[in-house]
């Protein structure tokens, strides 16, 4: 990819606040969101083609097979990917673009594009994520289970990212990672010349 955007991987545990800081941050008109493509269901109010592109098995085996994706993972049973063609045409247009992905699609995303900047948003403390977990009301205890065995594993692994940016306020987290941006482009624009 040779586009001027960065390709910024922002990733976190299950409940750690990532969707209200990316929403936060898409509100600038120079990044966007990339839409994944998942085989899990859809959750009370998620649409179809806004929140993922919700696909059969078979329907996200046939775009792996056509190299349809950046990279692509497992996550608690389901997959998940990012959709190659739409991110490519919005770095090209020199947008920035964020992949909210876990842990394996960033390691992934490093190998092939390590130009990425990757960020880990950390929640406060694991009693706050767990809360968070429940609040949602939509998670039955056994998800809720897996989802923090796998919350663990992940802050384990945050040390391989870039920068780790904690969620203790919204707004703070959303400064942070503007900041980080910022610099990120300086130093990219620095290299171009
Ligand atoms: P959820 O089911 O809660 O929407 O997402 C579960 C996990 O999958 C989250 O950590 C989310 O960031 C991650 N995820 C969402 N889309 C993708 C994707 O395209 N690739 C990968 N590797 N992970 C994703």
Redesign the pocket.
């Known amino acids: 990819m040779n586009g001027k955007g960065l390709l910024v991987v922002?990733?976190?545990?299950?409940g750690a606040g990532?969707g209200t800081v990316v929403k936060e941050l898409i509100k600038d008109d120079n990044i966007r969101l990339?839409v994944?493509?998942?085989t899990?269901a859809p959750?009370e109010g998620e649409e179809n083609g806004v929140?993922?592109h919700f696909l059969t098995r078979e329907q996200f085996e046939k775009m792996i097979a056509e190299d349809g994706?950046l990279?692509?993972?497992q996550?608690?049973g389901?997959f998940?990917?990012?959709p190659k063609k739409q991110a490519e045409e919005w770095m090209h247009q020199g947008k920035d673009v964020i992949?909210?992905?876990?842990v394996?699609?960033?390691k992934?995303i490093k190998e092939k594009f390590p130009q990425c900047v990757s960020i880990f948003i950390m929640p406060p403390s694991m009693e706050i994520l767990e809360s968070r977990l429940r609040g949602r009301g939509t998670e039955t205890e056994d998800v809720i289970a897996k989802?923090m065995k796998r919350a663990e594993e992940?802050i384990g692994l945050s040390g391989d990212y870039d920068h780790v940016v904690i969620n203790d306020t919204v707004e703070e987290c959303v400064e942070g990672v503007r900041r980080i941006l910022e610099l990120e482009k300086q130093r990219v624009s620095g290299a171009d010349c």
């Open positions: 922002i990733s976190g545990p299950a990532k990339s994944s493509a998942t899990r959750r929140h993922y994706f990279e692509y993972a996550y608690v389901n998940y990917g990012s992949l909210e992905i876990e394996q699609g960033c992934k989802r992940e």
